[in-house]
């Protein structure tokens, strides 16, 4: 049996709308104490950073709860519910929709909980991360990498390492997903002559060597 609410506001006395001031302290405030305005400039570009996605979930819930006022979830979904609306309204793309009803979700259930939506991602779900950032097999695998190994040979490389640590051996998966969490340090090659308008220069008489020994191959030796 879905959990009940004040029918009147959709929202639980105890809990103040996000970003509404609860008696809490100033140092205290969640993340979603933030500027409407700067908010939906936030939400309708690239975002990138940890910061820029939680103002833009926090408008999300924003609009869920104080603009929609909390619709219940069996109005989330459809061509003209609550997820698409949010979606026109804030100008979000096509791309985004889970993001939106995961936020709702996450929203709703706060609501019911009496809590507020601080826009934060909790971790721990998922399956623990095998290969540890600064670990030794992750010294490892870049090294390997580096050097043009394949990940099918990095894995063989590093399992050998956690055998001989008595540890559980990895799949190439695990190695493929550890690689991609590494932050890549990408060096540009440099431009760089090559030839030169010196005659005596190592280019220009290896050059010639070379024409001259093809025209001495094709009989030509008149032109040398």
């Not at 979830?73 to 061509?79: F, L, S, V």
């Not at 889970?98 to 601080?118: A, C, F, Q, S």
């Not at 540890?167 to 002559?193: D, E, Q, Y």
């Amino acid at each position: 049996m879905p959990p009940t609410r004040t029918p009147q506001s959709r929202r639980s006395p105890s809990n103040p709308p996000v970003g509404q001031n609860d008696g809490t302290k100033e140092s205290e405030k969640d993340n979603c104490t933030i500027n409407s305005e700067t908010a939906l400039t936030t939400i309708t570009k690239s975002t990138t950073t940890e910061k820029e996605l939680e103002k833009q979930r926090c408008l999300i819930a924003m609009f869920y709860e104080m603009t929609l006022e909390a619709p219940e979830p069996e109005e989330w979904n459809g061509k003209h519910e609550t997820v698409t609306t949010i979606m026109k309204s804030l100008r979000l793309k096509g791309n985004q929709r889970n993001r939106v009803r995961r936020v709702v979700g996450e929203t709703y259930d706060k609501i019911m909980n009496g809590l507020t939506y601080d826009g934060k991602i909790k971790y721990g779900g998922g399956r623990p991360v095998e290969i540890k950032p600064g670990s030794e097999e992750e010294t490892m695998l870049a090294d390997g990498k580096e050097s043009g190994m394949s990940f099918d040979d990095v894995t063989v490389f590093i399992n050998e390492y956690r055998e001989d640590h008595a540890l559980p051996l990895l799949g190439v998966n695990a190695v493929v997903a550890a690689f991609n969490r590494m932050t890549k340090i990408t060096k540009p090659v440099l431009k760089k002559s090559q030839g030169s308008d010196d005659p005596q220069s190592s280019w220009a008489r290896a050059r010639n060597n070379l024409v001259t020994q093809m025209v001495l191959r094709m009989g030509k030796s008149g032109f040398v």
